[in-house]
């Protein structure tokens, strides 16, 4: 294992995947590291697997890697289970939200931080974190005891995510076109709510998926990487997002 691959929180070598049903692959080859406290974004066309990745480095078993490693923090968890990974400090932020009736965001969130901290969360605990979260992120403070994700708007289920990533203090957030369908208001809240999680946690990792340049410029992002057909053609700066805003993903797609 290499230095650098140890510091990194996030660090992918060669990654190959495919849909473990059918075996067709769909990452092709993919390298990426994310070192503490950074922030990166990827931007790439409809279908061309940026979620695929997203949940193939959370471990959803829908997808197999067949080569190539993907390190948290220098440990080695291309095959560990999702839930492992969850505890170990994977947070993803799914681009279509479960539906799970019957249970208050309260509830699910004191299981969830239980299994990341390895030691039960008391009710009043959670009630205090979450309500101090709630305000901080400008929240009703109601909103912990709606059924996760039932009924929510879009944009709801949005802030949720944010309030999720939040309470669950992650190393690595994965924040799947987070910006999708947000109103100028939900978007500040996922903004302000990157900043203020990244203020509270500064050594996060957090990787963006999307298809605006708009959501970046209020935060400060270290590399901006286009992703086309499976893998990372181009990483730079903002100024990449930007270009693709003005003039699409042309120039990196053979015809
Ligand atoms: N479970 C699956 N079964 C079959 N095909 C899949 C599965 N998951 C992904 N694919 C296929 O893999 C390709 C990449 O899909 P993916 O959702 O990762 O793209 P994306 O880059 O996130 O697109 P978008 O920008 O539209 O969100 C698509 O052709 C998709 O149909
Ligand atoms: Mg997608």
């Known amino acids: 294992m290499t230095l650098e691959t140890s510091e990194a929180v996030l660090s992918i070598k060669d990654l190959h995947a495919v849909v473990a049903e059918t075996g067709r692959e769909i990452l092709k080859g993919l390298n990426l590291e994310i070192a503490p406290g950074e922030v990166h974004v990827?931007?790439?066309?409809?279908?061309s697997g940026k979620s695929t990745l997203a949940n193939?480095?959370?471990?959803n078993p829908t997808y197999e890697v067949n080569k190539g490693q993907i390190f948290l923090s220098g440990d080695e968890i291309t095959h560990y289970p999702a839930d492992v990974r969850a505890k170990k400090g994977i947070f993803l932020a799914f681009q279509q939200p479960e539906e799970i009736p019957g249970v208050p965001l309260s509830q699910f969130l004191r299981q969830a931080m239980s299994e990341r901290q390895a030691s039960p969360v008391s009710v009043l605990e959670v009630r205090v974190q979450l309500q101090e979260w709630l305000k901080?992120?400008?929240l009703?403070?109601?909103?912990?005891?709606?059924?996760?994700?039932t009924g929510f708007s879009g944009g709801e289920k949005k802030r949720n995510e944010i309030l999720q990533m939040a309470a669950l203090s992650p190393d690595l957030a994965i924040l799947?076109?987070?910006?999708?369908?947000?109103?100028?208001?939900g978007l500040k809240v996922v903004v302000e709510g990157i900043n203020i999680i990244?203020?509270?946690?500064?050594d996060i990792a957090i990787l963006i998926v999307t298809h605006y340049a708009n959501i970046l410029k209020d935060i400060e992002v270290n590399k901006v990487h286009i992703f086309t057909d499976g893998k990372i053609v181009e990483t730079g700066d903002k100024n990449l997002a930007s270009l693709v805003e003005k003039s699409g993903y042309a120039k990196w797609l053979t015809p």
């Open 140 to 149: 009703d403070p109601s909103f912990a005891e709606r059924q996760l994700n």
């Open 176 to 185: 799947d076109e987070t910006d999708s369908g947000l109103d100028i208001d």
């Open 42 to 47: 990827i931007m790439g066309p409809n279908g």
């Open 56 to 59: 193939v480095i959370a471990g």
């Open 136 to 138: 901080q992120l400008n």
């Open 198 to 202: 990244k203020g509270s946690n500064p």
